[in-house]
C-alpha cells in the first residue's frame, strides 16, 4: 500500500483540533502523516511545529502575493496558494517557487484555462482539489462547484499538470479515510492509478524536492 | 413461490465502517441520511443499483449491505455525510466482505473505547472546560467560540500530549 498523505489540514489556532490530534487521527485513519497548512493571517503561531509545516497564501493581489511568496519561501516546506481570483491562479502558476494551487474554482468562474494549465506544468506548480465540497455543500451549490472541479480535472489531465487530492480539514471531523478519498476522487473523473498518485507519489516529490533544495542550500 | 436460485440471487458486499461523532447517533438517523446522501449524490436510479441497507448499527460501528459491483459508490456516500441533527459525524469505513458473518469476523471485533465524561478547568492550548476523553483523546468546549464557528463544530480537540496535567 503506498504511503498516503494529506498536505492540506489546518490545525490550532485556525482549525479547531490541536496538530498532535489531527495526527493521531490521521494515522489511525491509514495516513503516513499530514501535512499542516495555516492560512497566511495564522501562520506566526504555528512555526516551531516539528511536523510537515506549510503555508496557504491568501493575497488580495498579484503585488502582495509576490511580496508574500518571497517572504514565506524559506520557512515553510509547502507553498500553497489560496486559489479563486483568476488574477491570483495565473501568478501563482507562473511562480516556480509555489508548489500547490489549491482550490482554483473557489472564484465565480473554474478560474483556469488552457494558458494557465500549460504555466503550471512548466513550473511545476500542482493543483490542488478539495474534496471537503462532497460534506460541506449540498445541492445546487454542490453540483455547480463539482462541475467546475471536473473541467479543471480535464484541463489537467490534458496538459499533464499534476494532481493533489486534499480533505482541506478544519478539524477531525472533516478527515476522511484514504479509500474513501479515493472513491471521491474517482466521482471527478480521475482515473485510479491518477487518484492514487494525488494522494501519495505527487505530494511526497513536493517535500523530498524542497528537502532537496534546502540540503544544496 | 419457489425462491431463486443461489446463481441467480444478487451478489452483495457488506461494508464494516465506524462513525466518530459529537454526540449520540440512533439508528434511524443514521439510516435516514445514508439514503439522503446517495439519493443526493447518484440519484434515484443511481440509489436503485445500489440495494442499500443498513444492516446493523450499535452506535459506534455497523454494516452496511451493497450491490457487489458499487463498493467504491458506498465508500464515497459514507464519506459525503458531514452532519446528522446538526451534531458533525465522520464515518470510516473499515473493509469490504461477502457475508455478514465474515465481515463481522474480519472487522467488526474491535475494542470499543470508552468515552469518560470529565470536567476540568485547561487554559492550555486553549482556555476553556474539558468535557470528554477517549483513549488518548480530549475534547475541549473552549471560551473563545470563534475557532468552534469558524471550523463548524462543538469542540476543540486535544490529545493527552497537549495537556499532562489532565491524565
Known amino acids: ?217 | 413461490m419457489k425462491p431463486l436460485q443461489p446463481t441467480l440471487r444478487n451478489r452483495f458486499r457488506y461494508v464494516a465502517f465506524t462513525i466518530s461523532s459529537e454526540g449520540f447517533v440512533r439508528k434511524r438517523d443514521l439510516r435516514a441520511e445514508v439514503f439522503r446522501a446517495a439519493k443526493s449524490l447518484f440519484g434515484d436510479i443511481g440509489l436503485g443499483k445500489l440495494r442499500l441497507k443498513l444492516v446493523t448499527f450499535d452506535g459506534t460501528k455497523g454494516l452496511v449491505r451493497c450491490h457487489y459491483e458499487h463498493v467504491i459508490e458506498l465508500q464515497a456516500i459514507l464519506a459525503s455525510i458531514g452532519k446528522i441533527e446538526n451534531n458533525r459525524i465522520c464515518v470510516t469505513v473499515l473493509g469490504a466482505s461477502g457475508t455478514i458473518k465474515a465481515a463481522i469476523e474480519k472487522y467488526l471485533q474491535i475494542d470499543e473505547k470508552i468515552r469518560r465524561i470529565i470536567s476540568s478547568c485547561v487554559t492550555v492550548p486553549v482556555s476553556g472546560k474539558a468535557v470528554r476523553m477517549r483513549g488518548k483523546e480530549i475534547d475541549i468546549i473552549p471560551e473563545d467560540r470563534e475557532i468552534i464557528d469558524r471550523a463548524d463544530v462543538h469542540f476543540i480537540g486535544i490529545t493527552i500530549d497537549d495537556n499532562e496535567r489532565l491524565i
Open chain 1, 1 to 217: 500500500m503506498p504511503d498516503y498523505i494529506d498536505i492540506s489540514v489546518h490545525a490550532l489556532p485556525e482549525g479547531a483540533d490541536s496538530p498532535n490530534r489531527l495526527d493521531l487521527v490521521a494515522r489511525s485513519l491509514g495516513f503516513a502523516g499530514i501535512g499542516l497548512t495555516a492560512h497566511s493571517p495564522y501562520w506566526s503561531q504555528l512555526a516551531e511545529q516539528d511536523a510537515i509545516s506549510g503555508i496557504e497564501i491568501v493575497a488580495h493581489s498579484v503585488r502582495d502575493l509576490r511580496k508574500k511568496i518571497s517572504h514565506f519561501r524559506d520557512s515553510a516546506t509547502i507553498l500553497s496558494v489560496h486559489g479563486g481570483d483568476e488574477r491570483i491562479n495565473r501568478a501563482a502558476c507562473s511562480d516556480e517557487r509555489v508548489d500547490l494551487l489549491m482550490h482554483p474554482e473557489k472564484g465565480e468562474r473554474s478560474g483556469l484555462n488552457q494558458v494557465t494549465a500549460k504555466i503550471a506544468e512548466k513550473n511545476g506548480v500542482a493543483l490542488g482539489f478539495s474534496l471537503s465540497y462532497f460534506w460541506k455543500k449540498e445541492g445546487f451549490e454542490r453540483s455547480r462547484i463539482l462541475a467546475l472541479q471536473h473541467q479543471n480535472v480535464a484541463l489537467c489531465q490534458k496538459f499533464a499538470v499534476p494532481v493533489i487530492i486534499t480533505t482541506d480539514a478544519f478539524s477531525h471531523y472533516d478527515l476522511r479515510a484514504p479509500s474513501q478519498l479515493l472513491a471521491l476522487a474517482q466521482l471527478l473523473n480521475l482515473e485510479k492509478t491518477e487518484t492514487t498518485a494525488a494522494l501519495s507519489d505527487t505530494p511526497r516529490s513536493i517535500i523530498k524536492r524542497r528537502e532537496q533544495s534546502w540540503e544544496a542550500y
